[in-house]
């Protein structure tokens, strides 16, 4: 459903991202891992049609993003860092103003309502004005729009930061939903929690080139930490390996007093 085909984006001669090849298939949650600068928001951007490659291709399902960004999006939910709403409106009235501005059909009122508490809005929040909504209530307009205009893929950046951890395990849930549904997630995140708790599969980008993918199926989140720090820790000072599971840890080597 998501593909990059050799999708690159140079800034000023310096790689941005280099030579991406990726697949996310419907039903799929891919989680991206990397440090600021690593590539995973171009890549986003990219899918998006926010910017337009160097070179290489990223399509939605069979629409070419670079010739029609308009056409892709049409297909995609995207939940941004900070979720922006129109604060005057309702729950209600932002997702049938998004959901008209996409082009998609706009249920009546009581479908908005089962949608956005669907996807988590508390009933009372629904018919609110958005400017009491916390950040959490706002992703989850984004998440409500995802299902109501069916979206093929929900594109997600640093969508857990700075929520507390109710508020995580919420958003979690309704992202595995919307895989369960059928979307496409390609989620980028730093939250190892979430990772370990919703990816089907990891990948780890470094200076613009995805290093590894892998099989989230059963990892703890030890275990993506040691996935994430075999790349990115100093030489020397890697983790040590995680013993096997259902062994216990080796006891510490016993140190002298001072």
Same mark, same amino acid.
């Given at each position: 459903m998501l593909t990059a085909n050799k999708l690159s984006k140079t800034y000023g001669g310096v790689p941005a991202l280099d030579a991406l090849d990726l697949?996310?298939?419907?039903?799929?949650?891919f989680c991206l891992l990397g440090p600021?600068?690593?590539?995973?928001?171009?890549?986003?951007s990219l899918f998006l049609g926010f910017t337009r490659p160097s070179s290489g291709a990223?399509?939605?399902? +069979?629409?070419?993003?670079?010739?029609?960004?308009?056409?892709?999006?049409?297909?995609?939910?995207?939940?941004?860092?900070?979720?922006?709403?129109?604060?005057?409106?309702?729950?209600c009235e932002n997702l049938a103003y998004f959901l008209g501005l996409s082009q998609a059909?706009?249920?009546? +009122?009581?479908?908005?309502?089962?949608l956005l508490t669907a996807a988590g809005l508390p009933e009372g929040a629904v018919r609110r004005p958005a400017s009491g909504y916390s950040k959490g209530m706002r992703q989850k307009v984004v998440l409500a729009l995802s299902q109501a205009k069916s979206a093929s893929a929900l594109l997600l950046d640093e969508p857990t930061s700075g929520l507390d951890p109710g508020a995580v395990r919420e958003l979690c849930a309704a992202i595995r939903r919307e895989g369960d549904r059928g979307a496409a997630v390609l989620m980028v995140t730093h939250d190892l929690g979430a990772v370990a708790s919703i990816a089907h599969r990891i990948g780890v980008m470094k200076a613009g080139r995805l290093v590894e993918i892998t099989s989230a199926a059963g990892l703890s989140e030890a275990e993506v930490l040691s996935l994430y720090r075999r790349h990115f820790d100093p030489p020397g000072d890697a983790a040590p390996p995680l013993p096997p599971r259902g062994t216990a840890p080796a006891a510490p080597a016993p140190q002298a007093l001072s």
């Open positions: 697949e996310v298939p419907a039903g799929e949650v600021n600068g690593a590539g995973k928001t171009t890549t986003l990223a399509y939605v399902g +069979s629409a070419h993003v670079e010739p029609d960004p308009i056409g892709a999006r049409r297909r995609i939910a995207y939940v941004p860092e900070q979720v922006q709403l129109y604060p005057h409106l309702t729950g059909r706009v249920p009546p +009122s009581a479908e908005l309502s089962r």
